[in-house]
């Protein structure tokens, strides 16, 4: 082969790659660059946009809401996004300072549920209810379409096929707990009304009902009571927060403790449904 067709060969070569390169480039900078606060916003963007969206998470799992801090490298990556999906009714403390200075658009999912919030003593956790899920799962839908309104069908169809799976397997989990002798339960910290709400359990009382407030000693005796009252078999702390305090309450009432899960860890619970699979079926061999 002559030295000039092999030099044609390579601009040829170069050319390509160039166009492939390119064409790649295009198409992962016109996918909406979008942020969430935790984990089930994820499941929710990622099932409702698709390919069409890139996702970052803030609060990643193993991490709470209520205590985090935001790192120079999350300051970063929120430069770079469209839109911020929060659940607002103050979960995340730590976005108050930084909101002013980006240039995002930062989305309530939850106002649309501010009267329930109101009448729940401002509750943030309204996620783990599967109804009021699918509703905040709208208001990211809507916003998709909104910034993206060329792919408006698709983000349609996939959060009524999102919706609909989300709301059967709740229905399914639901009727799993129904013949549960005894529904009392106590948790680590108020995260779980909601859940309870839809899912038929009782919640006595919740060690921290302020996750950055320790109960104080009375208020440990007045849980003590109520597990021998109620004949409480569980109490449920959480993998996000850490504290010692529950086990004096388990050293004095004989207590098991288990794990119930308000965010997920990306691993074993990777979806919503999955989510709510887990805190149901650890419910429900608790108490069985």
């Known amino acids: ?64 809401p209520h205590t985090y801090v935001l790192t120079p490298q999350d300051l970063q990556n929120l430069e770079n996004v469209s839109v911020i999906f929060e659940n607002n009714f103050g979960l995340e403390e730590f976005l108050k300072s930084v909101i002013s200075s980006l240039t995002a658009r930062v989305v309530n999912v939850s106002e649309p549920l501010k009267n329930v919030v109101e009448l729940h003593n401002g509750n943030p956790h309204l996620w783990l209810n599967p109804e009021y899920f699918v509703i905040q799962s709208e208001v990211i839908k809507n916003t998709l379409v909104e910034l993206d309104p060329i792919h408006k069908d698709v983000y349609e169809k996939n959060y009524e096929n999102y919706k609909k799976a989300i709301l059967n397997k709740a229905a399914e989990l639901r009727q799993k707990l129904v013949n549960l002798p005894n529904r009392n339960v106590i948790t680590f910290h108020d995260a779980f009304p909601y859940f309870a709400e839809y899912f038929g359990i009782n919640i006595l009382a919740s060690i921290e009902p302020d996750p950055n407030k320790l109960p104080t000693p009375k208020q440990i005796i007045e849980i ?35 794990s119930l899960d308000p965010l997920g860890d990306g691993v074993k619970i990777k979806t919503y449904t999955d989510l709510i699979e887990y805190n149901v079926n650890t419910i429900y061999d608790a108490l069985k």
């Open 1 to 64: 082969m002559s030295l000039r067709k092999v030099f044609i060969l390579i601009l040829v070569v170069l050319f390509l790659g160039t166009l492939f390169t390119g064409c790649r480039s295009k198409t992962e900078s016109s996918k909406l660059k979008v942020a969430v606060t935790i984990y089930p916003f994820y499941d929710a963007v990622k099932s409702i946009g698709g390919d069409l969206v890139d996702v970052f998470v803030i609060v990643l799992p193993g991490s709470s």
């Open 224 to 258: 003590e009571n109520l597990i021998k009252k109620y004949n409480v078999k569980v109490v449920f702390k959480e993998p996000q927060l850490s504290s010692d305090i529950y086990k004096s309450i388990v050293e004095d009432t004989h207590v098991k403790v288990l």
